[in-house]
């Protein structure tokens, strides 16, 4: 069966140090891979996409994501976290892309970022 | 419109009344998408509509659950004779019929059931 697996569900990290969420799929075809924040009391924002083409894929608030096929991986990444970043993050993929139909989710990690 | 809008925005019902929650979504998007979040958890998937066709409803999780969308636009989600446990955010999303686009999320209505 398809599935999303966000590895850690709670993340904490220091101002300024790298972010670093883990996002594993499995499929035997390439699938679109997308990552979402939801910041608290609001709806879902898409981050980055990643759909074909090179493999490194940045997105919006300063985060990027690397598709790895021979692992089956679109870990999401940024730098120097900040804490406007503290939010949940959901990992999804679309496996089927000739139908867009329901996203397989992964079940969020939740980032916290300290002081 | 601009986004995806949803009403209410929160809603507090007695266990045991019906409730309706719209969703508006973007134009033009024929797939709508409706998920429920429970606190601290991800996303449950509850029905799929795509244009004319049939919706997927294989995520609604009792026979008090039902939803339409009406002339492919405006969608309501009604839970019948709720209970405590139905209490969660319910999400809209939108999106383009095909290809490899994202959803686009409404804000949500937070249900508290009584």
């Known amino acids: 069966a398809q599935s999303v697996t966000q590895l850690g569900s709670h993340v904490s990290v220091s101002e300024g140090a790298l972010v670093l969420l883990r996002c594993n799929y499995s499929s035997s075809v390439p699938p679109y891979l997308f990552w979402y924040v939801q910041y608290p009391n609001q709806g879902l924002q898409l981050l980055l996409k990643?759909?074909?083409?090179a493999t490194l894929v940045k997105g919006i608030n300063g985060f990027e994501a690397e598709f790895k096929k021979s692992e089956t991986s679109f870990h999401l990444t940024k730098p120097s976290a900040h804490m406007s970043d503290a939010a949940e993050y959901f990992c999804a993929v679309i496996i089927n892309a000739g139908n867009n139909r329901k996203l397989i989710w992964g079940l969020g990690t939740s980032l916290a970022v300290n002081p | 419109g601009a986004g995806v809008s949803q009403s209410p925005s929160n809603k507090v019902t007695e266990k045991g009344k019906d409730v309706e929650l719209r969703c508006d979504p973007i134009?033009?998007?024929?797939?709508l998408y409706w998920y429920r979040q429970s606190l601290g958890q991800g996303l449950e998937f509850l029905i799929y509509?795509?244009?004319?066709?049939?919706?997927?409803k294989s995520g609604l999780p009792s026979d008090r659950f039902s939803a339409e969308r009406t002339g492919g636009s405006v969608s309501t989600l009604t839970i019948q004779r709720t209970q405590q446990e139905d209490s969660a955010v319910y999400l809209c999303?939108?999106?383009?019929?095909?290809?490899?686009?994202?959803?686009?999320f409404g804000s949500g209505t937070r249900l508290t059931v009584v």
């Open positions: 134009s033009g998007h024929t797939a």
């Open positions: 509509f795509q244009g004319n066709s049939a919706p997927d």
């Open positions: 999303a939108s999106s383009l019929a095909t290809g490899p686009y994202g959803y686009t």
């Open positions: 990643y759909t074909t083409g």
